[in-house]
């Protein structure tokens, strides 16, 4: 079982930075896939970026074509956290972010494939 839980979500003007952070409870963090999907209100969750588990050939990461070059993942496995850098801001951006996680060497983009999720931390980007 692995609990998840997000931080570092606020209120940016447009053009802003924020950076997320999604804590992971358990021993074998690094063996984990993250993801990180959004929701906006009225729309369905979608995904955002993704971090295969570090050692190997590990560490790729995947980007929705929304936010490749502005958004980067990344994680710490020392620190059981996946983190996601989020550089210009726009207002679409706005929605609630959460974390994802499941036991795979793969990279996951669909949601269905993740088994355990944080509660999601609300980013809003102002105009």
């Known amino acids: 079982q692995v609990q998840l839980v997000e931080s570092g979500g606020g209120l940016v003007q447009a053009g802003g930075s924020l950076r997320l952070a999604c804590a992971a409870s358990?021993?074998?963090?690094?063996?984990?896939?993250m993801g990180w999907f959004r929701q906006a209100p009225g729309k369905e969750r979608e995904f955002v970026a993704a971090i295969r588990p570090s050692g190997g050939s590990g560490g790729s990461t995947y980007y929705a074509d929304s936010v490749k070059g502005r958004f980067f993942i990344s994680r710490d496995n020392a620190k059981n956290t996946v983190y996601l850098q989020m550089n210009s801001l726009k207002p679409e951006d706005t929605a609630v972010y959460y974390c994802a996680a499941d036991r795979s060497y793969t990279i996951l983009y669909n949601q269905y494939e993740y088994a355990y999720w944080g509660q999601g931390t609300q980013v809003t980007v102002s105009s």
């Open positions: 358990g021993r074998t963090f690094n063996i984990y896939s």
